[in-house]
């Protein structure tokens, strides 16, 4: 009984503690000149034919990176780098239905059963940085390939108790929570496009 109620007191702490992070982000757009030369060396082929390509500086309450976002056929694209010019991940935007079934259902019901009301402002599919090898990252994210490593991020505002509150939450591929946040960013609109 004791292991029990110890093993419970554990699992609420964690749980607690994961839906407690906050993400205070500052993005400001720059120059050109301003990206590293050695991110912007990886994925310079990948810009040829985009449309709407901007660069940013991001700040938030962990780290400083570089991103690159852009319109490549019908996809929105957000290439993200440390501060010394390597790759974090790539991200696009989807529609729920672009997601696996199983995985959107995943996602659904920890939705439902965690919020009385939400509305999901963003869907991302991200490809982390894999075994260390961006240019294969890059390739895979680029042909839009359902590996088991890719997660969804999810942007949404939701019940928060009496008012509503913007998240940040991400899923595995087979829609498990890995992280979920409070999202305040005071340059959000750009975000989206």
Request: aromatic share 14%.
């Amino acid at each position: 009984m004791m292991k029990s109620s110890i093993l419970s007191f554990i699992v609420f702490v964690t749980a607690h503690c994961a839906f407690c992070q906050a993400k205070y982000e500052r993005e400001s757009r720059i120059d050109q000149d301003g990206f590293p030369q050695s991110a912007l060396s990886q994925i310079e082929l990948y810009l040829q034919d985009a449309r709407r390509i901007r660069f940013y500086q991001e700040t938030d309450s962990v780290k400083q990176s570089f991103e690159v976002k852009f319109k490549k056929g019908k996809l929105h694209y957000s290439v993200e780098f440390d501060e010394k010019g390597a790759l974090e991940d790539i991200e696009f935007t989807i529609a729920k239905n672009d997601l696996p079934e199983e995985s959107w259902e995943r996602i659904n019901d920890y939705l439902k059963h965690n919020f009385s009301k939400y509305r999901i402002k963003k869907i991302q599919q991200q490809y982390p940085l894999k075994d260390g090898q961006p240019n294969e990252t890059i390739r895979e994210a680029f042909q839009n390939l359902l590996l088991p490593y890719i997660n969804y991020e999810l942007v949404f505002m939701a019940k928060n108790g009496k008012s509503f509150q913007m998240f940040e939450a991400l899923f595995n591929s087979e829609g498990h929570l890995i992280t979920l946040r409070k999202s305040f960013s005071s340059s959000y609109d750009h975000v989206l496009y």
